[in-house]
Nanobody, 120 residues
Framework: QVQLVESGGGLVQPGGSLRLSCAAS????????MGWFRQAPGKEREFVAD????????YYADSVKGRFTISGDNANNTVYLQMNSLKPEDTAVFYC?????????????WGQGTQVTVSS
């Protein structure tokens, strides 16, 4: 079993910064990519950012480009999300994911989420 644990959420004023962390533990798995989604109240879960360990490519939602930066450490199965210039509309529960491949099928593991609230 693979567990993902997020940390770093909290309350921040508009324009402020937060850094989220996510660490995977448990059994050894083929970690192809890690990243972040978020879900605001009353809305569907949406993509935020991903990092592919093969080549280190990063991907961002348009809404966070230039403000958020994803990074990580493949060897330690850890991913980070540096969030700057936060806006009230960034308020959401942020979920970390890690992508594995089992018997030819893609499997995505999820963390429990960490709350980010941007408010004055």
């Amino acid at each position: 079993q693979v567990q993902l644990v997020e940390s770093g959420g909290g309350l921040v004023q508009p324009g402020g910064s937060l850094r989220l962390s996510c660490a995977a533990s448990g059994r050894t798995f083929s970690n192809y990519a890690m990243g972040w989604f978020r879900q605001a109240p009353g809305k569907e879960r949406e993509f935020v950012a991903d990092i592919s360990w093969s080549g280190g490519n990063t991907y961002y939602a348009d809404s966070v480009k230039g403000r958020f930066t994803i990074s990580g450490d493949n060897a330690n199965n850890t991913v980070y999300l540096q969030m700057n210039s936060l806006k009230p509309e960034d308020t959401a529960v942020f979920y970390c994911h890690a992508d594995d491949r089992l018997r030819g099928e893609w499997v995505r593991y999820w963390g429990q989420g960490t709350q980010v609230t941007v408010s004055s």
